[in-house]
Every structure is written in structure tokens, then in C-alpha cells.
């Protein structure tokens, strides 16, 4: 695809976020009801986009209610997502609660077609038996899946989403409506772009990921739009920005897409995961990833999902690493 990204302006950073706690009273927002035409399990659907326990944007509460904000093409928005009965309520906040209610049904996979996965191993028949309600979501925004994706390049995941953490909560949004205490809304780009060097060290961010950030968010609206385009050709938009690699842009059109057969490549464990549960080959690499799932082509990232789900992975042969201290080097 040719044609040049043209960067947008920069602004402002926002203030910190307050205490954690339980939702605060207020007004009621405008509310929207769907019925899915089949199983839905909220945390399967919508646990991708859980960047870590302490997600400022997300947060889910012992009611069984799912909680997000989100950066709309409309402005910042909170979302409360609850399942009653058959029936599924969403009520929302903010200049973007219309944009966020429009896109329910999507961001709950009403556009994923389960039906069309074939089984081909019984370990793969056996997870997708037990959790009848996993759609593949769709959230149709780009940049709030792209970030936290660069910040996960290369690092534990401990180590990347308490980056995304200290980021939201320092510059974040305040999130809209009666959002549980301390959740935020991810910050614009142009406040992205005026985050200080200092601020990403101490967030434990090395200046290789901050620049790709950088660079993503001065062309944030062309990225946006590919959000319209399909999954290939949205990969490849991605792309085009220096250090966005396939890694990458698999991990965000998997959650703005819903894109059931963009798999990722280039990932430390998703290999040797799916070798050992499909073969016994704990040493799997990509080539031999993507042989294993070739019977489920059209279908591999769900193929690769319910892997993950059925929880067999080899046996670690070493400790897990510890998160490096960024502000000692």
C-alpha cells in the first residue's frame, strides 16, 4: 500500500488517577440490550483485552460485570457490560457511550461465526466442549490494542503491563461516568507524544519501544482507518511503521478485528505451547507452529486459543526471569 502517514499534533499530557475502589454513584448512562444467538462467557470474550490485573481501562467485579473504557473516534468512554439471563446489558458514559453501545454486539463477537471450526485434535474438541461461550471480540479500534502490544515487545509480560499501568494512570483520561475508582481512559495521541524520556525510563519503557509508540501515534488516524480495512491489509498498514513488526500486528488485529486466522508469530512460547499440545514437541518452532495449524487455516488464532485455554504446556526448565529495574541502568 503506498502513500505517506501524516503525523498529528501533540498536546497536553492529563493529570494521575485517584485510589482504587468500588464504583462511584452517579447518573445513569444510556443502555443498550442484546441477546446473543448462542453461549457468551463475558471473561473469555473480553479477557484479551485485559492488559494485567492493575488495567486501568478494564476491570472486572465480583457481580460479574465487566468494566472498559476506550479512546472513541466519538472521545473517551466507559462501558459496563453485564450478562442477565440470556440477555446481555451495556450501559456507557461519555461522548463516546453511543460509539461504545453501536459496537456491543461486535465487541462481543457477534461478527465471529464459531461454527465454522472444525476440531481436528481431540485436545482442541475437548477445550472448545468446555467453554461453549468463546466469541472472538471485536473492538474496532486500533491504537488502544497497538500500545500496550509495542510495550510487550521483547520484555515479561509482569515488566509490560506495569508499564501500561504507571503510562494510563500518570496520563490517562479520567474515565466518564460511575467507573470503579482508578480506572482511566487511555491517553490521546498527542498526549502520548509529549510523554518526557524520563517518564518512559521510569516506567521501565528502553527508547527502541518508546519511539515506536511515538511514531504510531503521530500517524494515529491512518492507523485508525485500518480499523475498515481487513485483517491483511490492516497488518500491513500497521507495518509500515518502524517497529511494528508481524508480532505485532497479529496481537492488535486478533482484538480489533476479531481476525479468527491471524496467528502470531515471533512470540517466545506460543510454539512450544501449541507443539507440545498437538505433537509432545516442546521445541516447536514457528514453521512447525504454523504446519500444526495449517488444518484449521481460516480458523488458526481460534485454533491457538483453545490451546492456550486447555492449559497443557511443557514443563519449564528454568526459573522464570525476574522484571529488570530500568532505573538502574
Known amino acids: 500500500m ?6 498529528r499534533q501533540a498536546g497536553p499530557p492529563s493529570r494521575v488517577a485517584g485510589p482504587v475502589g468500588p464504583p462511584r454513584r452517579a447518573s445513569p448512562g444510556r443502555v443498550r440490550a442484546w441477546v446473543p444467538d448462542g453461549p457468551l462467557d463475558l471473561a473469555l470474550v473480553l479477557g484479551p483485552l485485559r492488559r494485567g490485573p492493575g488495567d486501568p481501562t478494564y476491570r472486572a467485579l465480583p457481580d460479574g460485570s465487566v468494566w472498559r473504557c476506550g479512546l472513541t473516534p466519538s472521545g473517551p468512554g466507559t462501558l459496563r457490560v453485564r ?26 463477537g457477534a461478527d465471529d461465526d464459531p461454527t465454522r471450526f472444525t476440531p481436528r485434535h481431540r ?16 473492538t474496532g479500534l486500533v491504537l ?43 491517553p490521546e495521541p498527542r498526549t502520548w507524544a509529549r510523554i518526557p524520556s524520563w517518564e518512559w525510563h521510569g516506567a ?30 490492516a497488518r500491513e498498514r500497521l507495518e509500515r511503521v518502524a517497529g511494528i513488526g508481524p508480532w505485532t500486528s497479529a496481537e492488535v488485529v486478533q482484538r480489533s478485528h476479531g481476525a479468527a486466522d491471524e496467528v502470531t508469530v515471533g512470540d517466545l512460547h506460543l ?59
Open 271 to 329: 510454539p512450544g505451547i501449541v507443539g507440545w499440545a498437538l505433537a509432545g514437541d516442546r521445541d516447536a518452532d514457528d514453521d512447525e507452529m504454523l504446519r500444526l495449524l495449517e488444518p484449521y487455516t481460516g480458523q488458526r488464532h481460534r485454533a491457538a486459543r483453545l490451546v492456550l485455554l486447555s492449559g497443557r504446556v511443557p514443563p519449564r526448565r528454568a526459573p522464570r526471569a525476574a522484571p529488570r529495574d530500568f532505573r538502574r541502568l
Open 123 to 138: 485436545l482442541v474438541a475437548m477445550t472448545r466442549h468446555r467453554r461453549p461461550g468463546l466469541r472472538l471480540t471485536r
Open 83 to 108: 450478562a442477565l439471563g440470556g440477555e446481555v446489558r451495556g450501559e456507557a458514559w461519555g461522548p463516546g457511550a453511543e460509539w461504545l453501545l453501536e459496537g456491543l454486539p461486535s465487541l462481543l
Open 144 to 186: 488502544e490494542s497497538l500500545i500496550p502490544s509495542v510495550l510487550e515487545q521483547k520484555v515479561t509480560t509482569v515488566e509490560a503491563y506495569r508499564a501500561w499501568r504507571l503510562l494510563v494512570t500518570r496520563f490517562g483520561l479520567p474515565a466518564p461516568g460511575p467507573a470503579p475508582a482508578g480506572m482511566r481512559v487511555m
Open 204 to 233: 521501565g519503557v528502553d527508547d527502541k519501544r518508546a519511539s515506536t509508540v511515538l511514531r504510531a501515534v503521530r500517524v494515529a488516524g491512518r492507523l485508525e482507518e485500518a480499523a475498515r480495512m481487513d485483517p491483511v491489509a
Open 2 to 7: 503506498a502513500g505517506r502517514l501524516t503525523p
